[in-house]
């Protein structure tokens, strides 16, 4: 798939979108049943849905942000860890994010029926893995507040911390704070993986230096 990934996922989100906004009645109903992720829709079996919400999207702001985003972030950390394990840890923080929603919804907010969809669980892993190996580098937070990674990646963190309170306590704004969160983490955990993984490559007698990110 080379270069090509995270294309790939954009054009993939853009047809999930367009099936949502111009499908027909059945094929509205069929993207209900599969590709919302709740506690329900696990319970029933459909264990699909940890995927196919990670895909899907159906207001036109929600997609242009988060593919914005994935456009921006996406294609440095591939250049990074290759298109296969970009791919993979793709997955990886989206299916894990839809978990945590699930289980979120259901045992904080006792919402076991609340469904979510989008790709932001997936990128949120996405900054914080781009924020942990660049942490002096500078991104905008809300798209206009410029800061280094490392402190955009803790006020992302506890905004969605604050958020999930909130939402606890019977307020907040209807966005899947959950999710975000583990995607986060799941960011972090890959991070510390692969930097495990540099370091042992690094202390192999090769001769050869390898430069570990700071």
């Not at 509205?28 to 995927?51: A, I």
């Amino acid at each position: 798939m080379g270069r090509r990934t995270v294309p790939t996922l954009i054009v993939l989100n853009i047809l999930v979108f367009l099936t949502w906004n111009f499908g027909s009645p059945r094929e509205l109903q069929f993207m209900v049943d599969h590709f919302l992720v709740s506690w329900t829709s696990l319970s029933e079996g459909r264990l699909w849905v940890l995927v196919t919400s990670v895909f899907s999207h159906n207001m036109f702001f929600h997609l242009f942000m988060n593919m914005y985003v994935l456009n921006s972030f996406g294609p440095i950390v591939e250049a990074i860890l290759g298109a296969r394990r970009f791919l993979t840890f793709y997955f990886i923080a989206g299916i894990f994010s839809s978990l945590c929603h699930a289980t979120v919804s259901a045992f904080l907010l006792g919402k076991p029926d609340m469904p979510a969809l989008g790709a932001s669980g997936a990128i949120s892993g996405i900054i914080l893995f781009f924020s942990l190996l660049f942490p002096r580098e500078k991104i905008l937070l809300f798209g206009f507040i410029p800061m280094p990674a490392f402190f955009g990646a803790l006020a992302f963190i506890g905004l969605d911390i604050a958020g999930l309170v909130a939402q606890a306590e019977g307020g907040g704004l209807p966005i899947g704070h959950g999710a975000h969160l583990g995607g986060a983490f799941a960011g972090i955990v890959f991070y510390f993986v692969y930097r495990k993984r540099l370091i042992q490559q690094a202390e192999r007698p090769s001769g050869e230096e390898v430069n570990l990110p700071r």
